[in-house]
């Protein structure tokens, strides 16, 4: 068989080239730039979703989004580094396997939904302790779902021919680059400030840089770092 040879795929796998997959592939690179920039900003300022809200529904379909596409990993096939496409349907289930479904996995898990849940429960004077340390323990855990980031990798892998690495192209990855440190930086630096009870946000919080709201808590953190 040529190597480039337009290979019949078996029923129900998906080709990583075609036309629905690049459609597919697009909305999730949409979604993890989302994930990428708000789970650090809502731990880092302590923002919590409130259940059965707007926006709750919204980071459902988020996540039952990467739930199916978890799914589809293992009826998508992929080239071998000879190039050839591997179509075989136990071949495929077992290289993600091996590769990247525990990322994906862990990725998924609806920590989420605890920590929303648990906020509802606090609203309750008799389950207020027991919530609330639930949400404390869950605030960190959720950082696991920056781990659908990886999934750029096999973006790129998958897409990367379509882009043209011209210099102006490596300068705008580059730029992007240093804007999500800073977004990460600011972010974790108020965090460590409120994980301690002598730390110098807890000593000041009454002070308006340290009391306002979310989004201006972050102005002042990117301020303060840059």
């Known amino acids: 068989e040529s190597l480039y ?31 990428a920039i708000v789970v650090p900003y809502r731990l880092g300022f302590d923002v919590e979703v409130g259940l059965w809200t707007t926006q709750f529904f919204f980071d459902a379909a988020i996540d ?24 075989d349907a136990r071949m495929i289930r077992k290289n993600y396997l091996r590769t990247w479904f525990i990322v994906d996995f862990i990725a998924s898990l609806p920590m989420t939904y605890v920590g929303a849940i648990a906020a ?28 659908r980031m990886a999934r750029l990798q096999r973006l790129v892998g998958r897409h990367g021919s379509m882009v043209e690495f011209t210099a102006y192209v490596n300068s705008l990855f580059t730029f992007i680059a ?16 409120t994980v301690d009870e002598q730390s110098w ?7 308006p840089v340290y009391s306002g709201s979310a989004s201006y808590k972050y102005a002042m953190s990117l301020y303060t770092i840059f």
């Open 5 to 35: 040879s337009e290979d019949v795929l078996p029923p129900w796998i998906r080709s990583p080239d075609s036309t629905a997959t690049k459609y597919w592939d697009s909305i999730q690179l949409i979604f993890i730039c989302w994930v």
């Open 64 to 87: 039952l989004f990467f739930i199916i596409d978890l799914a589809l990993n293992f009826r998508t096939a992929y080239y071998l580094p000879t190039g050839f496409l591997e179509t």
């Open 120 to 147: 509802a429960l606090s609203d309750n004077s008799a389950m207020e302790n027991q919530g609330s340390k639930i949400i404390r323990s869950t605030r960190v855990i959720r950082l696991t779902k920056l781990l």
């Open 178 to 193: 240093i804007l999500y440190a800073a977004h990460l930086v600011a972010c974790g630096w108020y965090f460590v400030g």
């Open 201 to 207: 946000i807890i000593r000041n919080e009454e002070q």
